[in-house]
């Protein structure tokens, strides 16, 4: 297997992150600037603009036969991958140190990237687009705009594999683990007996590969995302067209809620994902996508422990789950805390765990 060396990918991002994008809520304003400023070496091209009137862009490059197809921010509030693709835009300018990898994914691969699909969802920090629309389950319907958009680039540009760049929330672990799920990894089921067909192993050869780089950065940190059919999901419906779709979930690390970490991660994964499609047409090696342990949901953002309420005027001690929920107030994303369950969470894991000790708890 083609793995990269993990010291030099580390020493290079170190210096080419692309740092003007940061924190959790990317809008197309902040990205215009560098699909502007990007190198002759790509081609951008406008797929059309948004229900908003915001332009939505396909950037490519590279000259090989193996075609790519990237897209990010689906969801408009799952930024982490568009933070990446700029990173591994970035990489594909300015290779430095890393010139051999580079050369072999540009004479073997032909890249085209959607760096941002739902620019208007993105605006008011949803999963829809303007009218309300969940993208990721408009593959059947194509009722947005935007889902035309990537079946239209799907048809047109015939990729032999799909990135799909999502975020997953906080509350996943790493079954049986502590651990939060850094980042998820799919191969999508073609319908609903999940079968495991030639193109779905050949999805789960190129996570196999992602894996074993992201399994020496975050060990034991990676996890499965279930492969339930879901017969309008994208996913689902390239992966059964043929198109082989990778989905990638950036999650949670310790105290990285800003996902700045997470992004590095999803650049790690992304960048050799492409460099193993760029280096073999062997797609044998997949069993081990099976190893990948599932993803399981036992994480609270905070979780109160032995804290006495009040319920039906009587006094009882519980645990107190917390979410942190996000909205758009006064055009800034606004966090808040939200109590998501209360009772016996003994078996549950927190990301912030208080030990209330029998005390009052303070619902302000």
């Not at 799909?164 to 683990?177: E, P």
């Not at 034991?220 to 309008?232: F, I, N, Q, W």
């Not at 606004?334 to 208080?354: A, Q, W």
Request: with cysteine.
């Amino acid at each position: 297997m083609q793995t990269l060396e993990l010291k030099s990918i580390e020493q290079w991002y170190s210096k080419n992150q692309e740092t003007s994008l940061s924190g959790l809520r990317i809008l197309f304003d902040d990205i215009e600037p560098l699909i502007k400023n990007i190198s002759s070496e790509f081609k951008v091209e406008l797929l059309g603009n948004s229900n908003l009137e915001i332009p939505i862009y396909k950037i490519s490059i590279g000259t090989g036969e193996k075609r790519i197809l990237i897209w990010s921010q689906m969801h408009g509030n799952e930024s982490t991958g568009t933070k990446a693709v700029f990173d591994l835009i970035n990489f594909l300018e300015n290779p430095e140190e890393l010139k051999g990898i580079h050369q072999k994914m540009m004479e073997n691969t032909s890249i085209m990237i959607i760096p941002m699909l739902n620019p208007d969802g993105a605006i008011a920090y949803t999963r829809e687009n303007n009218e309300g629309i969940d993208l990721n389950r408009d593959a059947v319907g194509l009722k947005a705009k935007e889902s035309n958009y990537l079946r239209e680039i799907l048809e047109s540009f015939n990729p032999q594999f799909c990135f799909n760049l999502h975020d997953q929330r906080t509350i996943f672990n790493v079954k049986d683990t502590r651990n939060p799920a850094t980042i998820s990894f799919l191969a999508p089921s073609e319908e609903i007996t999940r079968e495991v067909t030639e193109g779905r192993t050949e999805t789960m050869s190129v996570i196999v590969s992602m894996n074993s780089l992201l399994q020496q950065c975050i060990p034991g940190h990676v996890g499965r995302y279930t492969d339930e059919y879901y017969p309008t999901a994208t996913g689902d419906n390239f992966q059964r067209m043929g198109f082989n779709t990778i989905l990638i979930e950036a999650g949670h690390y310790k105290d990285d809620y800003d996902r700045e970490l997470v992004r590095k991660f999803n650049f790690f994964g992304l960048l050799q994902g492409l460099y193993f499609l760029a280096s073999t047409n062997d797609y044998s090696d997949y069993q081990s996508y099976f190893d990948i342990p599932n993803n399981d949901k036992k994480f609270y953002d905070i979780l109160y422990k032995n804290g006495v309420i009040v319920e039906e005027s009587k006094e009882k001690v519980a645990d107190i789950g917390v979410l942190f929920k996000y909205k758009v107030v006064d055009s800034k994303l606004v966090k808040y805390n939200y109590i998501e369950s209360v009772g016996d969470l003994s078996e549950c894991l927190g990301h912030l765990e208080i030990d209330l000790d029998n005390t009052l708890f303070n619902y302000e």
